[in-house]
């Protein structure tokens, strides 16, 4: 294909997805990458001597069509993915990966950016430019510039092999999703299930040409089956697939990835002079160490732990009374916790969902933007979309300046991968005066509406969208000059504040009374539901902290370690769970053979950073509620140091100058109900 005729090869604002066929992609790549290496070498063949702008800056301003190009086709690869695209995915990952070495194995370009690096204390530099300074000449010596010939080349093969062994694990996890189907004939065999959940599992049934109910397992169709499904047999069935993903020995299966990627990740970390993946990661982090992550954990745990422990025997004990089981699996952990949840708070999902209808839900957290921060959001048509489901909304500030494009893409499908997430298609950034804005997506998986209702959501999604539009204003008021430093790209253990504290919103009656209304009556929630919603937050807190702390010692293991031993995938995981494991072992399932977080996606030796977020979320939040949730003084100082500086200055001194102090971990213990253990 001519490159004349490829879209992503022209000059373009908004991604042009109309005209974009999936051959466009290879080629667009690959003249990119020659484009961008020609910018490289116009930088290194400077004949001034080397200066922040001719070398810093021009290294940061470089390759932006790349990098446009490769938002658009991951996030497609994410979002809207076919076989084409996934088989496309690894042929350019490597072509990327070595792309990415060119540029910090070139000596010539290290070389320029350490001499202006060696006199940076003289240069009179911003607090951004020297961020932008100290990360580049980091991101080279982190990465091998200072390597042998030998060792650069090791570098390079192995980086490629990672490129595409994290591609495969994500094939084969969302291929195991795709692939499982659990079709009941039987209606008895649904007896506990809401009515819209029945109503779904037939829909989906008759428009695959089969008769009867079909239960996936994706989010929306797998949650409420294992919460309100009676048949203890299928709860079983369901689980042990959903949790059996990539363990089965079979072309899908995942433990060699997993074991070739932890291994690759340690051998590279010893290249670079690091005794771990972890030691590596965190020199980045806020943490800092694997200790510091290990004491953290293990604090959070000693904290958490004795409550976790009493509400496993009252779950076990309820549901012994409730229906004579002897021994509580896991299998029977949201179901009784559930009913229990209901007999003590008489607070049912499904008496809250008519409430929380989706388009009533996006226009609360709308009007929380707006009363916080003065955005306005307009639907459009105008903006191009990747697939007909997707809203889009250009997004305006009080005083009417254009601040982002946003896109909004809300319910599951064949090509799409299982859980939520933000992204975005453009940066922002500041080039000759003029300020870049952002595109910005939120990308989730919601109950879809059917024949007969609307899309409603659980409480848990309603705070999943939160949080994910939270990362969304983190990418939307940006405002730095800097690409790399621009909106999420702040340490990995920071980068989860914004969207934490922003779920506090949905527990909050000034926030509900904007949004949660009745679906067919329009009546305004009740305020007891508002109540009950709030006593029953720390409901099983101790055993949500330590399920979440296993994920982040589970993480720890694979990366903190070295796993050239490890033999048995199985038999490591169990160990590395041994110390927050309360429920009996399952031996068909594996955990790390679908733990996309680490595995696939940017969480490896991060994975404890949702727990750490907790402590600044927790905290932030209480400056709020000392105000006023709505108040302006506390939300600009969030916005101006917090939202609007991505990665351009050490996030505790951005969390300091909002919060005037460094965060208190009882702020997360006292919101916890954990600070009485």
Excluded at 64 to 74: H, K
Aim: glycine residues 4%; proline residues 4%; negative net charge.
């Amino acid at each position: 294909m001519s490159n004349n005729n490829n879209p992503l090869l022209e000059s373009f604002e908004q991604a042009p997805f109309s005209k974009i066929k999936n051959d466009h992609f290879k080629p667009a790549f690959l003249r990119a990458m020659d484009d961008a290496r020609k910018e490289i070498d116009e930088i290194v063949a400077n004949p001034e001597p080397p200066t922040f702008s001719n070398t810093l800056e021009a290294l940061d301003f470089a390759g932006q069509q790349l990098d446009r190009i490769s938002s658009i086709f991951f996030n497609l690869n994410s979002a809207e993915t076919n076989e084409e695209i996934q088989k496309i995915a690894q042929e350019v990952s490597p072509l990327l990966s070595e792309f990415s070495n060119d540029i910090t194995l070139n000596q010539g370009l290290f070389e320029r950016i350490k001499a202006v690096y060696e006199q940076r204390d003289s240069l009179d530099l911003t607090p951004e430019q020297y961020t932008l300074l100290d990360k580049k000449y980091k991101s080279f010596s982190r990465n091998g510039a200072n390597l042998n010939e030998t060792d650069k080349k090791r570098l390079r093969e192995i980086d490629a092999e990672l490129s595409k062994l994290k591609l495969k694990f994500g094939e084969n996890v969302l291929a195991e999703t795709n692939k499982y189907e659990l079709l009941i004939a039987n209606e008895d065999a649904l007896k506990g299930l809401p009515e819209g959940t029945v109503e779904a599992a037939a829909n989906l049934a008759e428009s695959k040409g089969k008769k009867g109910w079909l239960i996936t397992l994706e989010y929306p169709s797998y949650i409420p089956f294992m919460k309100y499904a009676e048949n203890r047999e299928l709860r079983k069935k369901l689980a042990i697939a959903f949790g059996s993903k990539g363990f089965h020995n079979d072309e899908l299966d995942n433990q060699q990835n997993v074991l070739r990627i932890a291994n690759l990740r340690f051998e590279r970390a010893n290249l670079l002079g690091y005794a771990t993946h972890a030691d590596f990661v965190l020199e980045e982090r806020m943490a800092e160490t694997p200790a510091k992550v290990l004491e953290f954990l293990n604090e959070l745990l000693t904290k958490a732990k004795p409550a976790a422990e009493r509400e496993y025997t009252e779950l076990e004990d309820y549901a012994k009374e409730l229906d004579g089981i002897d021994r509580l699996e896991k299998w029977d952990s949201a179901f009784y916790s559930e009913k229990l949840k209901q007999k003590l708070f008489n607070l049912d999902d499904e008496k809250l969902k008519p409430y929380f209808k989706l388009e009533n839900v996006i226009k609360g957290v709308f009007l929380v933007a707006e009363k916080l921060f003065g955005l306005q959001f307009k639907e459009v048509s105008t903006i191009e979309k990747y697939h007909p489901e997707v809203k889009t909304y250009e997004v305006y500030d009080d005083a009417n300046n254009f601040i982002s494009l946003f896109y909004a893409d809300f319910h599951p499908r064949t090509g799409k991968r299982d859980g939520a997430w933000m992204t975005s298609f453009k940066s922002q950034y500041t080039l000759n005066g003029k300020n870049s804005r952002p595109h910005i997506s939120n990308v989730c998986n919601f109950t879809r509406s059917t024949s007969t209702k609307p899309s409603l959501l659980t409480f848990n999604e309603v705070t999943t969208l939160f949080h994910e539009f939270g990362h969304g204003l983190h990418g939307m008021l940006a405002n730095t000059t800097y690409p790399s430093l621009s909106g999420t790209s702040v340490y990995w253990d920071f980068v989860e504040l914004p969207s934490q504290v922003m779920e506090n919103w949905c527990y909050e009656k000034e926030a509900l009374e904007l949004f949660a209304f009745h679906y067919e009556t329009g009546e305004l929630i009740p305020m007891e539901l508002v109540e009950k919603i709030k006593e029953s937050a720390n409901f099983q807190e101790g055993l949500a902290t330590v399920r979440q702390l296993s994920f982040g010692f589970l993480d720890m293991a694979w990366h903190g370690k070295d796993p050239s031993n490890i033999k048995d995938v199985k038999a490591y995981e169990t160990e590395a769970f041994k110390s927050t494991n309360l429920f009996p072992e399952t031996p068909e399932t594996c955990m790390s053979t679908s733990f996309s977080h680490i595995f696939q996606g940017g969480y490896s030796s991060g994975y404890y950073s949702y727990k750490w977020a907790e402590v600044l979320d927790a905290d932030a939040f209480a400056y709020f509620k000392e105000h006023g949730i709505f108040n302006r003084e506390i939300a600009n100082k969030f916005r101006e140091h917090v939202l609007s500086k991505g990665g351009t200055e050490n996030p505790m001194e951005l969390y300091k100058r909002f919060r005037g102090a460094e965060p208190n971990i009882d702020a997360l213990l006292e919101r916890a109900g954990l600070l009485k253990n």
